[in-house]
T-cell receptor, first 112, second 115 residues
Framework: LAKTTQPISMDSYEGQEVNITCSHNNIATNDYITWYQQFPSQGPRFIIQGYKTKVTNEVASLFIPADRKSSTLSLPRVSLSDTAVYYC?????????????FGTGTLLAVQP | DTGVSQDPRHKITKRGQNVTFRCDPISEHNRLYWYRQTLGQGPEFLTY????????KSRLLSDRFSAERPKGSFSTLEIQRTEQGDSAMYLCASSFSQGHSYEQYFGPGTRLTVT
């Protein structure tokens, strides 16, 4: 199965840029890489999705190298409300491409 | 549209009992997913429907688990003969996706406690 790993936690201050990396060594060839944010006792919320190179939307950027074995979520100028757990989601190359694997999750703590 | 809804939000049951959860996806979404999440862990994929067809099931979904999506609308997840290890948050998500895109919208989850 695909193994997706992330740093367990990260600390930041308000106004800083935060980069969270996910390693996915066995990603399915045609699958997109998707990132989610989750607050306690809530379902995950979609942030951004990409296939390769760079994608940017109004809240984040996603950087994907050519080999697609990792991806980096970039949050510009974080605020206290960005304190949450962040997950990457990829499809598994080992089995059916519809079998989805969430990363281990990164707890981002933003301090004033 | 009010988003993905799940019912009930909380369920406490005794070991050995059967439970059923319901998920109502966003109305125009063709895909529906079920996940299980335990405390401190990421969601674990259980199963996935495209319209009414169940396209994939995880090995985590033992014979005691079954999911349906009649007519490609709402879905139910049933757990028979519950065990304490089934205690978790059960999340449903839906998407209107083509191909290998996984932009999903999640419901609030059903928290199951097996005593």
């Amino acid at each position: 199965l695909a193994k997706t790993t992330q740093p367990i936690s990260m600390d930041s201050y308000e106004g800083q840029e935060v980069n969270i990396t996910c390693s996915h060594n066995n990603i399915a060839t045609n699958d997109y890489i998707t990132w989610y944010q989750q607050f306690p006792s809530q379902g995950p919320r979609f942030i951004i999705q990409g296939y390769k190179t760079k994608v940017t939307n109004e809240v984040a950027s996603l950087f994907i190298p050519a080999d697609r074995k990792s991806s980096t979520l970039s949050l510009p100028r974080v605020s206290l409300s960005d304190t949450a757990v962040y997950y990457c989601l990829v499809g598994d190359k080992g089995g059916a491409t519809n079998k989805l694997i969430f990363g281990t999750g990164t707890l981002l703590a933003v301090q004033p | 549209d009010t988003g993905v809804s799940q019912d009930p939000r909380h369920k406490i049951t005794k070991r050995g009992q059967n439970v059923t959860f319901r998920c109502d996806p966003i109305s125009e979404h063709n895909r529906l997913y079920w996940y299980r999440q335990t405390l401190g862990q990421g969601p674990e994929f259980l199963t996935y429907f495209q319209n009414e067809a169940q396209l994939e099931k995880s090995r985590l979904l033992s014979d005691r688990f079954s999911a349906e999506r009649p007519k490609g609308s709402f879905s139910t997840l049933e757990i028979q003969r519950t065990e304490q290890g089934d205690s978790a948050m059960y999340l449903c998500a839906s998407s209107f996706s083509q191909g290998h895109s996984y932009e999903q919208y999640f419901g609030p989850g059903t928290r199951l406690t097996v005593t």
